[in-house]
């Protein structure tokens, strides 16, 4: 069983920053969109930024031009460049991998979250 395996959270002052990085710990194959969500305690998952195999990215709302999405598609590796860090960017942060077959098949991987607390 393939895993996503997550580093680079942690504990950071407000205006600082991270970098997050994910990959598989196995072959992933027909990969299209990478991307990263978090979860804050009583809150919903939501979706913070992804990139398609073709390199277009989407970020949410809230972080737009403090974070980055970038991939390495040779290691099929995610990133995400976190700067200006504010402490409502705490949360448990989730690698998602959408591998979609030439039959159409899809498949949803997850990685098992890295925590990112940012202190005022």
């Known amino acids: 069983q393939v895993q996503l395996v997550e580093s680079g959270g942690g504990l950071v002052q407000a205006g600082g920053s991270l970098r997050l990085s994910c990959a598989p710990s196995?072959?992933?194959?027909?990969?299209?969109?990478m991307g990263w969500y978090r979860q804050a305690p009583g809150k919903q998952r939501e979706l913070v930024a992804d990139?398609?195999?073709?390199?277009?990215?989407k970020y949410l709302d809230s972080v737009q031009g403090r974070f980055t999405i970038s991939r390495d598609n040779a290691r099929n590796t995610v990133y995400l460049q976190m700067n200006s860090l504010k402490p409502e960017d705490t949360a448990l942060y989730y690698c998602?991998?959408?591998?979609?077959?030439?039959?159409?098949?899809?498949?949803?991987?997850w990685g098992q979250g890295t925590q990112v607390t940012v202190s005022s």
């Open positions: 998602n991998v959408v591998s979609i077959t030439a039959l159409g098949w899809k498949r949803d991987y």
């Open positions: 196995g072959s992933i194959f027909s990969i299209n969109t």
């Open positions: 990139i398609t195999s073709g390199g277009s990215t």
